[in-house]
């Protein structure tokens, strides 16, 4: 754990960056965690590849865990024909957005963010599906990403602790390893807890079983995020 870099700098409010550990918006208005209960929130992004983790779904199924997965368009336009998508009408599972085009908003201007946003959003209308949850690409949203969000009723979702198996170009630590000292050291209840469903994971299955085998010794139950 002694080699990660935690420096960060801030640019203007609701636009914090940090490098070289998580990049993520420390604005309280993206949420990191639900407390009240002895709940953790599985989440997982499925930015854009050409791939799904289907043992992974197969094993929340399985043992009948919810969870939330964060949706690029762009991933399922790779995969038309390709994938089976059953797992987003699952009841188990909330579906967010996670972008059209999974970009950083931060390398956008607020007119590129806002058609992001709006096409994300009617894809989803057309699909009918009522999105509550939405995660920026990269973890950064922007005054823009915020109001927009605010506008249609849509909750802005972070996560906390590390990205459990998937590590930051900047850095050189394992994640599994950084997952399994957060979860020792760090936890708390109504965490919302990150990792990959779509190829890019590391060790992801392995990590979500040891994950949930030990709080659920401790009496973690594993929800999927409220629509409300």
């Known amino acids: 754990m002694k080699n990660i870099n935690t420096s960060f700098k801030f ?15 420390m604005d309280p208005r993206h949420i990191k965690r639900i407390e009240g209960e002895k709940v953790i929130y599985l989440t997982f992004d499925m930015c854009p590849s050409s791939k799904l ?4 779904i197969d094993y929340l199924k399985k043992s009948r865990y919810e969870a939330s997965f964060f949706v690029c368009v762009d991933w399922i336009e790779k995969n038309q024909g390709g994938v089976d998508f ?3 009408d699952d009841p188990s599972f ?13 390398k956008q201007s607020d007119d590129e963010q806002l058609e992001d946003l709006n096409k994300a959003l009617n894809y989803w209308i057309d699909s009918g ?13 922007t005054e823009t ?24 170009g900047g850095v050189n630590y394992n994640p599994n390893d950084a997952a399994k000292f957060y979860i020792e050291n760090s936890l708390r209840d109504g965490d919302i807890v990150l990792m990959h ?13 040891e994950f949930t085998y030990e709080l659920s010794k401790q009496g973690y139950k594993f929800k999927k995020l409220p629509n409300v």
């Open 145 to 168: 990403t915020f109001s927009f969000l605010k506008k249609n009723g849509i909750k802005c979702a972070s996560w906390s602790g590390p990205v459990f198996d998937k590590k930051d």
């Open 11 to 25: 640019l203007k409010f609701g636009d914090f960056q940090r490098k070289g550990h998580n990049d993520k918006e």
């Open 197 to 209: 469903a779509n190829g890019q994971g590391i060790n992801t299955l392995k990590i979500l079983k």
């Open 129 to 141: 599906k009522k999105i509550h949850w939405y995660r920026t690409p990269f973890g950064h949203p």
């Open 94 to 106: 909330t579906i967010g957005g996670h972008g059209y085009h999974h970009v950083d908003p931060l």
């Open 53 to 56: 983790d289907s043992d992974i």
């Open 86 to 88: 059953s797992f987003l």
